[in-house]
């Protein structure tokens, strides 16, 4: 479903994705660890044709939905507004309603992305993404800065909305690769395989 061969790309001279190849099937779950700066966000970048590769190709079969590592919300919506924004048809603002009952921010469909804590625009914004119900789901660093009990509830909820989606997970969180998928790829540095 995601095929990427001999990417590269480069900023300003400095190469961020040194030839990296990659294949997904449908419904896989796969988690990109590297460290920070190692090019995860721009490989997302490059997988959403937000940018053009330098070098090589990548091929994606289907829709996305991708969950950015700066929540972006629509600052002029509130907050239902902002995931009812992506669903359609004269339920929206119910099954709005009833997507941020499951991320934990029932109370909080009229507030405005300012008035949000950062876990409550990363739910808010993880509400979105999990609405617009595209086959492809993205995460960039989702519950970075959450504290456990909030992770756990939400990796549940990631689990069982996505058990028939193909899921890419970056992240240098061990953990949070194992518990939300079965395929863990390590990158150093150049986006380049690492051994340990
Ligand atoms: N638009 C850009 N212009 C210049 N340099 C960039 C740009 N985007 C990313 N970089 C650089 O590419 C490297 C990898 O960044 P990034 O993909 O955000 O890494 P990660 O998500 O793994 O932390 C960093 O050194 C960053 O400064
Ligand atoms: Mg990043």
């Known amino acids: 479903m995601i095929r990427v061969e001999g990417l590269k790309k480069s900023y300003d001279g400095t190469v961020v994705i040194d030839g990296l190849d990659l294949a997904i099937g449908k419904g896989e779950k796969t988690a990109i660890l590297a460290p920070s700066g190692c090019g995860k966000t721009t490989l997302l970048r490059l997988l959403a044709g937000f940018e053009k590769p330098d070098a090589g190709r990548v091929t994606v079969d289907g829709k996305a939905a991708f969950l ?9 919506f509130d907050v239902l507004e902002n995931v009812a924004a992506v669903l359609d048809g004269k339920d929206a603002k119910k099954n709005a309603a ?64 996505c058990a028939e989606k193909t899921l890419l997970l970056v992240t240098h969180d061990e953990e949070e690769a194992r518990i939300l998928c079965q395929r863990i790829l390590r990158f150093g540095p150049g986006m380049l395989p690492s051994g340990e």
């Open 98 to 161: 009833a997507w941020l009952v499951r991320v934990g921010l029932s109370g909080a469909e009229h507030k405005y992305p300012d008035e949000l804590s950062g876990g409550m625009a990363q739910r808010a914004a993880l509400a979105r993404a999990l609405a617009l119900d595209r086959p492809i789901l993205y995460m960039d660093e989702p519950f970075k800065g959450l504290d456990a009990g909030s992770k756990s509830a939400l990796y549940a909820l990631v689990k069982e909305v």
């Open 68 to 76: 950015f590592q700066e929540v972006r919300l629509f600052p002029d």
